[in-house]
C-alpha cells in the first residue's frame, strides 16, 4: 500500500511513497512530513520536507511534534501534503490522527475510524495511544475511547511426553510398576 488518502490534501504512507517523485507530482504534494530516524527524502523543487525524528517505541516522545506537525499540514496552502514514516502503520497515522483532532474537530476514536477507513494496515504501539489520548484530554477535556488492559500472561503448562502420559499414581499400576507402600 504505497499511499493513502486521509482528505483531498493529506496523503498517508511510508517511506517508499516520499522517494516516489512522480507520485508526489501527481498528488501535488508541496510538504513531506517525514517521521523516521533514518530515511531521508529527495531535494525536490517545490517540496519542503519537515524532520519528526522519532523512533517507533512506546516510550518515544511523538506527542511532542503533534502540535507542530498539525499546524504545519494546516498552514500548507500550497499544495497537498504527504506524512509518512517507515511503513505508515505507527508514528505517521498518529500524526495524521493529532491533525484531524485539532484541526477537524474530531475526537480520537472519529480520527482512528476516518484513517482506518483509508488504510486498514495501520497499527500504532501503544505509547502513541497513550500520547493521543493525553493529546484528546487536553484539546477536549475527556476522552473518547479508553485502551483495554494487556491480558495478563499465560501460565505455562508442564511439558508432557506427547509419546507417553505422565507417570501418576492412578496410572502407576497400568504401566507394569509396583505400587509403593
Known sequence: MAVSQITPSLFLGGAEA?????LLSLKGVTLVVNATLSHAGPALQGVEFVRVPVPDLPCARLGDHFDRVADRIHSNRAGSTLVHCVAGKSRSPALVMAYLMRYRAVTLRQAH????????????????????????????????VRVAPESPPLTP???TNRLTSPVTPSNRRRRGAKPRV
Not at 516520499?18 to 512522480?22: H, T
Open 18 to 22: 516520499a522517494l516516489n517523485a512522480p
Open 113 to 144: 475510524r476516518w484513517v482506518q477507513d483509508q488504510r486498514p494496515c495501520i497499527r500504532l504501539n501503544a505509547g502513541f495511544w497513550e500520547q493521543l489520548l493525553q493529546y484528546e484530554r487536553r484539546l477536549y477535556g475527556k476522552n473518547s
Open 157 to 159: 503448562r508442564p511439558q
